[in-house]
């Protein structure tokens, strides 16, 4: 069995000052609105519901919190958070993205890595861009573009090629990685989700024991702002 299998719901943050105080690794899921992230943590983890996806965007509208390890023992989260870019979303929607998951982002100190979702036909968004450049660069970052079972294999490669090269104009200085990943033929899961073991294994290890918060005052306005 594999750890992502074990993963349960912990607990829904609607705000900062309910952030876990445990001090646990965490990793990320975000991405534009639709993009497929609760779908993907769901494959990952062998999960029918376990984090809610739907056709409606702007479906999930906190963080919430997938806890993976022993139950009496876990050793991380997986935090799905809101997507962004909703064109239609209310304002007050997309303030509440800046002021939760984007200062979350950028200062929760016990982030190991992120894995960005964004829909293999429209590649990186300039919301995405954005998003990548307030990733701090000891975070760890996979682009995992999904859907790819709408596009032929050589478009798809296309795709992977150029989000590749992109990504490492973005980050020059991170050993980033860009995958295909399909919930529908669960092509790329394996690597998806030895990625993230991976991740949860080395940081699990190095993370203090101490409480960690993020600071509101160090955020600045998120690609929701703007999208
Ligand atoms: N064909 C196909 N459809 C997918 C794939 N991944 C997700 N979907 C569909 O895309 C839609 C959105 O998926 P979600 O997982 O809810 O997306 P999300 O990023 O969590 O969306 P928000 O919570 O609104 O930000 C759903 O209808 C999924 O079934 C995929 O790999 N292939
Ligand atoms: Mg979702």
Known sequence: MSLLTSARFHTTVAALAQLPRDGLVE????????????????????????AFSSRTPGRT???????????DQPIAYLVDTPGYGYASAPLETKRTWDTLAGQYL???????????????????????????????????????LTKSDKLPRQQASTALRSVRSELQRLRPQSPDTVLLFSALNRSGRDE????????????????????????????????????
Do not use: H, M
Request: aromatic letters at 4%.
């Open 27 to 50: 990793l990320a899921f975000v991405g534009r609105s639709n993009a497929g992230k609760s779908t993907a943590i769901n494959v990952l983890c062998n999960r029918k519901r376990l």
């Open 61 to 71: 509208q906190a963080l919430n919190y997938f806890a993976v390890g022993p139950t």
């Open 106 to 144: 950028q200062a929760r100190t016990q982030l190991a890595g992120v894995v960005l979702l964004a829909d293999i036909r429209r590649q990186l968004t300039d919301l995405d861009r954005k998003l990548i450049e307030w990733i701090p660069s000891q975070v760890r970052l996979v682009v995992t």
């Open 192 to 227: 998806l989700s030895a990625l993230v073991e991976e991740w949860i294994g080395q940081s699990s290890q190095a993370a203090s024991a101490g409480p960690a918060a993020v600071s509101p005052d160090t955020a600045t306005p998120g690609p929701a702002a703007s999208g």
